[in-house]
């Protein structure tokens, strides 16, 4: 039993970093129809504005979250206003486009701050453990479990009940309809990236203090981040939340039972053939046509 509530815990704590990592990319390919493959250098460069807060200012993590979501959500901005905006309804050169963005962001940081490894420091009020069914888990990691589900719910509540959210959906559902009514697209998607932006970058300082900060660090995370968003339904928030904690508890237990890498190459089998017979994810958004 203690084993069971072990791997289960241990299964929450790595849907915790999934969900942190793919919420940001749920609502800029779910909404947008953006591939982002730049989302994981998001999550780099939040990791590294951690890093840089702590490290220079003497910020604490806690403490520079809000900084770090404001800065990386600029940035995000920026790339979606001069670079993104000019390539609607060209998927291809959108990949392209972000991947590039992705390689030169990592570049930038190498010749910056240095290709070496660096660590941000835990919180101190989260550096114990705590007693969970006979178990002991880390503070940090029930912290990360709590603060991936307050970003789902500020998210949802973003979507579906707020003004800018409503003008989101009617522009998924028909751009030239919304744009009748008034609603400015371009700004509204300008808005839209930022934020998944922003999302990303909180991911990668969160996750900051359990990696190394590397420019490399977001790749892995990247490619994460769309197996959950493709499973759980590309516009589906709450299919997301589902995908990300079902891959992390299946992640879980293959690795405890195998070792890492079969749990990896596992998993990417499940959603292949999960997809392959429904291809719309686990829950499908409808929409009328």
Do not use: C
Request: charged residues 10%; without cysteine.
């Amino acid at each position: 039993m203690d084993q069971f509530i072990q791997q289960f815990l241990t299964g929450l704590s790595i849907g915790s970093i999934l969900l942190l990592v793919a919420i940001g990319l749920s609502i800029i390919y779910g909404a947008m129809g953006i591939i982002n493959l730049a989302h994981g250098e998001f999550v780099m460069l939040g990791a590294y504005t951690a890093w840089f807060l702590q490290v220079q200012f003497g910020m604490g993590l806690l403490t520079s979250l809000v900084p770090i979501f404001i800065l990386v959500a600029a940035f995000g901005w920026l790339i979606e206003r001069f670079v993104l905006s000019f390539l609607n309804n060209r998927p291809l050169d959108t990949i392209l486009a972000t991947w590039g963005v992705g390689i030169m962001l990592q570049q930038a940081v190498r010749l910056t701050a240095g290709g070496e490894l660096r660590y941000v420091k835990m919180p101190e009020i989260l550096s114990n453990s705590a007693d969970v069914l006979g178990v002991q888990i880390s503070l940090y990691r029930i912290f990360l479990l709590a603060a991936s589900l307050v970003l789902f719910a500020a998210t949802w509540l973003l979507m579906n009940r707020t003004t800018v959210g409503m003008k989101l959906r009617a522009i998924i559902q028909d751009r030239s309809v919304a744009a009748s009514f008034g609603v400015n697209a371009r700004r509204i998607y300008g808005l839209t990236f930022a934020y998944g932006a922003g999302l990303a970058g909180l991911a990668g300082a969160l996750v900051s203090p359990l990696k190394s900060v590397s420019p490399e660090m977001g790749t892995g995370y990247v490619i994460d981040a769309f197996m959950v968003v493709v499973l759980g339904g590309v516009q589906s928030l709450v299919g997301t939340v589902a995908s990300a904690f079902v891959l992390g508890e299946l992640s879980g237990v293959i690795a405890f039972l195998q070792n890492d890498t079969v749990a990896k190459a596992t998993v990417l089998l499940a959603i292949v053939v999960l997809i392959r017979f429904r291809p719309q994810g686990m829950f499908a958004t409808r929409v009328r046509a």
